[in-house]
């Protein structure tokens, strides 16, 4: 048995509310629940299980819906204890040890079918389908499980619309608000999650939101948009402790005769309050450290590619963090420890803030350029300690003149062609919205606009943002699924036969794929290059512009160019699902070293 212990702790402080006199928290330990109560919320919990099963606030008996049962509703836990109880505040404990042979779900708090409208962002809330619209007779299941199309839904407003709740994913660095809003009373049901250091996969990392139940979810380890990969793995007798959390549950209303909209702005300003308030004083948890406990880090960072600039670069809005040590060195795939992150002002200074004691390693990566920085030692961070990087240098993998590059390296496929969805498949939200890519069954499109041949893209005629489609999936023939092999044309008016060119390939996401390089031969066996088979990220499916980062190069001698026009093949090699496929971050050629070639 592995000795991994998961804990969850409850905190309710004394009530203050406006006129309201201050009113003691109180605690009243049952035998089968405990209920926790400070004049605006009571809370009634399982014990000793630790499942959240009655919520009473705003006049509403219980904002959870009372149909489904409690063990979905969070970590079943086998013991209880009281960790701090007064008149201020009230800290319990659940805790369960986990051992190989245990198959419990854990599955996020359920809330209320009255809750209709849901809000993830300022351009991501509406109302929504009712869980029964998910039913049999009322949908038609498509071509995975978590998504239908609603066919007979109880409010004819929803008739024809797919729901998906991976319409509603959201990257960990802006997943820190989201939540319900019930319009009779006028009260929001909110969760909010005032930091990321305890989440895996690092700030790019997408995880579910809210979706139809009504589902309000605190997502901690999944494997969505990455795969096995992100999988947090343990050998026999392996010791691992982690705090997740705490999270804050929000609960706010207005009365009838104002807007309701405003619960969603009231819920953003609460957010900032306690981000601003991270890491919080009050748990009681040894396993929890204040901000005295923690360290702090700071420096600059500078980008030095000499094909670019003779001078080093302010790395502006670089991405710039802490992960715990790894075997993969890699923040994304980084699973069992913390990580902190932040970004660099205009001159590449950084503050990264509140850290936890102990090793990591330091990552950094920079919008328009292409790789991932990593610092060549470990960093050991000492309680209350204030650490000074000086100036740190990226170097990114540059080794020739750019000859020419399609697409915006930001890891993602957002900059590409994304198409309108099929009529028949339309999520009214993400209709001329910034994240149309969010449609359902957008693969599906690639063959009916290449309906005989695949993708032809020449440089210096055609635009990215229109002629370069986001995903290079398979082509369905007859009843099985094919690879596909898009063509990028350019002329070079000299051509070194001596020198090496690079052909540069970051992948904003891949599944099941295996992308092969072939240089004015579309039959040359073996390739140039290949990736081998890579990826589970799923992505595709999951309506995800990327999920995993990957970055390749590809050797070109200069034999294999002539002077005049050249074509480079990219071949999805694998078939067998409508999904598998790649999405492209950013492609760049360049010429060989101190050459001068346009």
């Not at 953003?268 to 450290?289: C, G, V």
């Not at 360290?295 to 670019?308: I, M, S």
């Not at 990957?550 to 002539?562: F, N, W």
Request: proline content about 6%.
């Amino acid at each position: 048995m592995s000795n991994l212990k998961t804990f969850a702790l409850i905190r309710c402080q004394g009530a203050q509310y406006k006129t309201m006199s201050f009113q003691a928290v109180q605690l009243n330990v049952q035998d089968h629940y405990v209920v926790i109560d400070n004049g605006i919320v009571e809370m009634t919990i399982s014990n000793p299980d630790g499942i959240v099963t009655k919520i009473k606030y705003n006049g509403i008996e219980n904002l959870l819906e009372e149909t489904s049962e409690e063990e979905t509703r969070g970590i079943k836990g086998t013991s209880f204890k009281v960790v701090v109880e007064d008149k201020e505040m009230v800290e319990v404990s659940f805790t369960r040890t986990w051992n190989s042979s245990s198959k419990d779900k854990v599955v996020p708090l359920n809330i209320d079918k009255r809750f209709h409208y849901m809000a993830v962002a300022d351009n991501r809330q509406r109302k929504m389908p009712l869980p029964d619209d998910r039913s049999p007779g009322r949908c038609q299941v498509l071509d995975f499980p978590e998504a239908v199309l609603l066919t007979n839904p109880i409010e004819e407003e929803f008739k024809g619309e797919v729901d998906d709740k991976y319409q509603y994913s959201c990257e960990d660095k802006d997943l820190k608000v989201h939540g319900w809003i019930c319009t009779d009373p006028p009260t929001g049901v909110w969760q909010i999650t005032p930091s990321d250091e305890f989440r895996t996969g690092g700030p790019l990392k997408q995880n579910l939101t809210s979706h139809v139940g009504p589902y309000n979810l605190a997502m901690f380890l999944s494997a969505h948009y990455g795969g096995e990969d992100l999988v947090t793995k343990f050998v026999d007798g392996e010791a691992w402790k982690r705090v997740f959390g705490p999270v804050f549950s929000y609960f706010n209303y207005v009365s009838k005769e104002l807007d309701w909209h405003w619960l969603w702005e009231d819920a953003k300003d609460q957010m900032l309050i306690e981000t601003e308030n991270w890491p919080y004083s009050f748990p009681a948890s040894e396993d929890y450290p204040t901000s005295d406990q923690r360290g702090n880090l700071f420096g600059r960072l500078l980008v030095r590619d000499r094909y670019a600039d003779d001078d080093d670069i302010p790395a502006n809005g670089a991405y710039i963090g802490l992960a715990s040590p790894s075997e993969s060195k890699s923040w994304q795939l980084e699973g069992k420890g913390y990580q902190f992150w932040t970004t660099t002002n205009e001159e590449g200074y950084f503050s990264i803030n509140d850290i936890r004691a102990g090793d990591y390693t330091l990552y950094a990566w920079v919008p328009g350029f292409i790789g991932d920085y990593v610092y060549d030692n470990n960093i050991s961070i000492a309680p209350g300690s204030e650490m000074n990087m000086g100036e740190l240098v990226y170097e990114p993998p540059s080794d020739g003149p750019t000859l020419w590059e399609i697409g915006i390296p930001d890891r993602t496929a957002r900059e590409f062609y994304i198409p309108d969805p099929n009529p028949k498949y339309i999520n009214k939200l993400y209709v001329n919205h910034p994240d149309r890519f969010r449609q359902y069954g957008l693969w599906e499109r690639y063959a009916e606009l290449y309906p005989n041949e695949d993708l032809v893209y020449t440089i210096g005629a055609s635009d990215y943002k229109k002629d370069w489609f986001f995903a290079q999936v398979t082509r369905k023939k007859g009843n099985a699924y094919q690879g596909t092999t898009w063509q990028i044309k350019f002329k070079l008016e000299d051509v070194n036969q001596n020198g090496v060119y690079k052909l540069r390939l970051a992948l904003a996401t891949a599944n099941s794929a295996e992308l092969q390089v072939r240089v004015n031969d579309p039959k040359a066996n073996p390739p140039v290059f290949t990736t081998g088979l890579i990826g589970k990220d799923n992505a595709i499916a999951r309506h995800g512009i990327h999920g995993l980062y990957r970055l390749y190069t590809a050797d070109i001698q200069g034999t294999m160019l002539v002077q005049g026009d050249n074509t480079i093949y990219l071949t999805q090699a694998r078939g067998g699902s409508p999904v598998v496929g790649i999405m492209y971050d950013y492609i760049r050629l360049e010429g060989p070293p101190n050459s001068n070639q346009n």
